[in-house]
């Protein structure tokens, strides 16, 4: 009884701001609804349009592409810099913090400093490239690079904070291991490929899920820094969805716009599911 | 030098090239906020500011209720993480170490529900606010998230599942209930976790835009990141003034989490273990 009153008040905001929500946005994608008047009943009608509308598709591909530039970078730069400091150094400490205050940053503002540092003529950016005679292109008026850009702000943001995690996982690596591979004769590059890396899938996993849920959702700095332009170049699917919801009024087609979004979540987070499943074995208790 | 002397200073090298790239778009922005329109274009973003001007921040308090951004953010943010520190305190305990019917079921589903992207429960969530007419008041913005979160209270049951059982038991001998067992033993024992949880949710609220631009609409609910980007697509223009914008809006967050940076680099890592 009294564990019913400890979780009451979390349970109450539960039911009524996520499971409620949830089943809602299933109920709203058969509605048509301007976000004022009443909810009129359509059916299918938004799933039919869902299918013939090319701008959707686009969104899904420009969120895949996206996710495809930015979590593989920083997850590559997080890891080397957590081998870096994964060792007794002087300032270890230091650097530990310094590389995790970008976490913290507000998208919003971000998306300022980062559309000054890109700018075509004021920026530093291009200044650094003409000091070695390249001449720096466009950067957010292109479509080629823009969304690059935009990545490029996400991978400064929580590469700092990937790596403490990747640290803290090999630091729970046995000392043992390594002494053992060590007498065996075990070159560098084995001992990274067969030791190490097996040895971090756990840390890798918590990562690489959260990571990746996190970056299906762009939408802040999109938002600040090309409004989903030039063209439709960086029109994640959540800035469609925000698009057709609140500039549109199109907010029972956002909702089936939403589960194409949470639909996509769910498969690429099962198939991680899947793959690490046969590879290592994680508690989940 | 050696071989390890050698691989020594390449190591410091790119280490300190990282440090620098990490911290450089911050010194870059409070520099700027400090310069001349003038000074923005002919200078670079390195040159220090010199002479330092205050007129930016001086205009930008002046154009705009930039007070009223902070204490509106700051209300919302510190109702939400008092909120989220104690209800998930209490319902971390309760799956921690109570025996109830359908208590893994439960937290399953809280934990489930992590995978369910924010779009997915917002446009709902307006639809429901806007029928109890809720929609531009503080409620709808700090109501959603109050109640804990999912992610909160995994965290913190993930750590509570660490302290030793035995203290609760010789505490129940001598007669303590279950609210005097968390208030006394439990809480304090698990500062880290909640320091953490705190910056964590203050941080979150803090940057928070997709649901305020959505659920606001006036002035006297405008958060920072609303009223941010509504000031830069007017200032286009004046990069000085969009950027000391920008640069008190990061400031308070750096101020936090230099507070408790000690805490939250330890246990950001505990929860990727496990």
């Not at chain 2, 390890?4 to 090239?17: G, K, N, Q």
């Not at chain 2, 007419?133 to 599942?161: E, N, S, W």
Request: aromatic share 14%; with cysteine; glycine share 6%.
């Amino acid at each position: 009884m009294e564990a019913y009153l400890l979780i009451g008040p979390s349970l109450a905001g539960f039911l009524l701001f996520l499971v409620v929500p949830i089943i809602g946005v299933f109920a709203l994608s058969l509605f048509s609804w301007d976000l004022v008047g009443t909810p009129q009943f359509v059916g299918l009608a938004n799933y039919r349009r869902l299918a013939g509308d090319g701008a959707a598709w686009t969104a899904v591909g420009n969120t895949v592409y996206y996710v495809a530039l930015n979590i593989p970078a920083q997850t590559v730069l997080a890891l080397l810099l957590a081998l870096a400091l994964n060792r007794k150094m002087r300032g270890g400490k230091v650097f530990r913090v310094l590389f995790v205050l970008p976490w913290m940053a507000m998208p919003v503002a971000l998306g300022i400093i980062w559309t000054w540092a890109f700018d075509p003529r004021h920026g530093a950016v291009n200044h650094l490239l003409s000091l070695v005679g390249i001449a720096g292109p466009n950067w957010l008026t292109s479509t080629t690079w823009a969304m690059p850009v935009i990545a490029s702000v996400n991978v400064w943001q929580y590469t700092g904070y990937t790596m403490l995690f990747l640290l803290a996982g090999l630091q729970a690596i046995p000392e043992q291991i390594y002494e053992a591979a060590a007498v065996d004769g075990v070159s560098a590059v084995q001992r990274f490929f067969k030791i190490t890396l097996p040895l971090l899938r756990p840390s890798m996993f918590f990562v690489l899920i959260t990571n990746v849920i996190g970056s299906f959702q762009l939408f802040d700095t999109v938002f600040v820094m090309t409004q989903g332009g030039p063209g439709t170049s960086t029109t994640t699917l959540n800035y469609y969805i925000y698009q057709q919801a609140f500039q549109l009024f199109h907010a029972g087609y956002a909702a089936t716009l939403a589960i194409v979004l949470f639909a996509m979540i769910l498969l690429v987070t099962a198939g991680q599911f899947l793959y690490f499943r046969k590879r290592t074995v994680y508690d989940f208790s | 030098m050696t071989g390890t002397a050698v691989r020594r200073t390449l190591l410091y090298a790119a280490l300190l090239v990282g440090a620098l790239i990490s911290v450089a778009p911050y010194l870059m922005t409070l520099n700027a906020s400090f310069k001349t329109t003038q000074g923005m274009f002919s200078t670079q973003a390195w040159t220090p500011a010199h002479p330092a001007t205050f007129s930016n921040f001086a205009s930008l308090w002046s154009q705009y209720d930039m007070s009223g951004f902070m204490v509106h953010t700051l209300i919302v943010s510190v109702a939400i993480t008092v909120g989220q520190v104690l209800f998930c305190s209490l319902s971390a305990y309760a799956f921690a170490r109570m025996e109830f019917p359908g208590r893994d079921l439960l937290f399953w589903a809280f934990v489930a529900t992590m995978m369910v992207p924010q779009i997915v429960t917002l446009v709902p969530l307006f639809l429901i606010m806007s029928h109890f007419q809720l929609t531009d008041t503080y409620r709808a913005l700090i109501l959603p998230y109050v109640f804990g979160t999912p992610y909160g209270i995994f965290l913190v049951r993930q750590y509570f599942r660490t302290i030793p059982p035995d203290l609760e038991a010789a505490a129940r001998i001598d007669g303590a209930g279950t609210w005097t067992i968390l208030w006394r033993i439990i809480l304090p024992l698990s500062r880290p976790i909640l320091a953490t949880l705190a910056t964590v949710t203050f941080v979150n609220s803090w940057n928070n835009l997709l649901w305020p631009l959505m659920a606001t609409s006036s002035e006297r609910t405008t958060v920072i990141t609303v009223g941010i980007s509504a000031l830069q697509g007017q200032y286009a223009s004046q990069l000085n003034i969009v950027l000391t914008a920008a640069a008190v809006a990061l400031l308070p967050l750096i101020a936090v989490f230099l507070v408790f940076q000690r805490h939250i680099v330890r246990s950001i890592a505990l929860t990727g273990l496990k």
